[in-house]
């Protein structure tokens, strides 16, 4: 929590965090009710903009007494505005009230079709309300047009892992590799997928993809379990002798590696010796 | 080339004068231009369009982190003969003809009348009142190139090219002022004329205007010689190779 000593300070705050574009609600709120709200004869040209970034991020700590009061400025001076209605539609979603909210949104469709942000809010109002299969649906639709949207590509992968279906996840984690292919944290994510789907190709997909988290990554320990286990499993299922001593090379490999990474990382020597131990044991349980 | 002193009259009466001119008139014309500026609407047809440019695009940069067979079911997607999306998706060719095209017709019009009209009127009228005079020298000695830019109105063979006269000293305030409409007005300001000037040339850059078909050939062709390298062939090796040096090494 940042301690502004006075209102250009608290303005200047909330200008950095709108750029920034960080979700620190709580912040914002606090910054709002101990500071800004005296001043707000001072905020100037950003006094609208931010009494929407208030209302959001009341919205988002709950607190609704805030953002309607925030909503009712923005009401008097912008009466027939869109995005006054979207804050609206936000205060309804966060109040549970879902089917205000929808009819809310469908009215900001029916007037402006391009608005990305109201179609995403109506997957979230579904998805909250627990009908995945439905959010699925509109977010497919959603898809259709805006078909290099990041965000929406990672929700999708959610709510189909959600449902179990990881063909589907692995489509749309695929289609996130293409925007980030150098994010190890998405090598990682889709190996794992194809280490749940199982079957061979499936596996020696996913100790690919280990690998290259690894490669992209080298402290990522997650991997290492990763590629380690899909190795060891290849190895013991594998077919002709020469994959099997492959695989059993790069679970030795891997093996040596979380040792050395345990090693480095305990300080005490009791300490590190029962912890490795307990790797060991753990490893050899581990053997699928 | 003898110096030459000018009257402090000029700086008074013909100096300043013509620097407050040009910072009001650009002033008026911003706020002129946010009144009678229309709202641009984009279709939902272009964005889609735009974003399926994008997602092909990004599938040839980086499919080759993908398995072969999702990247040749991505291919297949956007570039099969029978039911690809660029195949398939027939666009009509939108030729925004600015003769017949009414609202492209007021948005130039606007735009002209905004920003040539006061310019080619000032200048005119500055060039009338102010003429023959001597406003200004630059502080830097300059070659004879410069003299038909810097002395518009005046034409003195003998000269010296740092001499600037009023029209010409008019022209350079619209374009050195732009820094100070900034400051001033913000950024992205309609008094800034030159920014204009360059939009005219290069055009929107959200959706696909003028023609979505022949974009979506390109990128078809360019999709189409595309092949699939497999980024990941051999990483394990790397990944393992120091180590796999230390157990050869070790069961020696």
Known sequence: ?288 | MAELLLDSDIRIWVFLPIVVITFLVGIIRHYVTILLSSEKKVEMQQIADSQALIRSRMLRENGRFLPKQSFLMRKHFFNNEQTGFFKTQKREPVMKNPMTDPSMMTDMMKGNITNVLPMIVIGGWINWAFSGFLTTKVPFPLTLRFKPMLQRGVELASLDASWVSSASWYFLNVFGLRSMYSLILGQDNAADQTRIMQDQMTGPAMGMPQDPSKAFKAEWEALEICEHQWALEGVEDEVIAPHIENIRNKSI
């Open chain 1, 1 to 288: 929590m940042a301690t502004c000593t006075g209102w250009q300070d608290a303005k200047d705050r909330l200008k950095k965090i709108r750029e920034e574009q960080r979700r620190c609600s709580d912040e914002v709120v606090e910054l709002w009710e101990d500071i800004l709200w005296d001043f707000s004869y001072k905020l100037g040209s950003e006094e609208w903009i931010i009494y929407e970034q208030v209302c959001i991020a009341a919205c988002d700590c709950g607190r609704q007494g805030v953002a309607l009061h925030c909503l009712g400025l923005l009401q008097t001076q912008f009466p027939n505005s869109l995005r006054v209605r979207y804050l609206e539609g936000l205060i309804a979603e966060s109040s549970a009230d879902y089917g205000r909210a929808l009819d809310l949104y469908n009215t900001i469709l029916k007037e402006e079709e391009t608005n990305s942000l109201v179609r995403k809010r109506k997957v979230a109002i579904f998805r909250e309300q627990n009908k995945i299969v439905k959010a699925i649906e509109e977010l497919n639709h959603y898809l259709q047009q805006y078909m290099s949207d990041f965000e929406a590509w990672l929700e999708l992968c959610d709510l189909y892992l959600h449902e179990m279906d990881y063909s589907k996840a692995a489509f749309c984690l695929e289609e996130l590799l293409l925007a980030n292919p150098y994010n190890h944290i998405l090598h990682q994510k889709y190996a794992e997928i194809k280490y749940t789907q199982g079957g061979t190709e499936n596996m020696e997909l996913s100790r690919k993809y280990f690998a290259q988290s690894l490669k992209l990554n080298p402290n990522n320990m997650r991997s290492l379990f990763g590629f380690y286990l899909s190795a060891s499993c290849l190895a013991q299922k594998g077919a002709t002798g020469k994959t099997k001593k492959d695989n059993a090379e790069y679970a030795k490999a891997a093996w040596k590696k979380i040792n050395e990474k345990y090693q480095m990382s305990s300080i005490d020597e009791t300490e590190s010796k029962t912890e490795l131990l307990a790797l060991q044991g753990m490893l050899e349980s581990l053997q699928v």
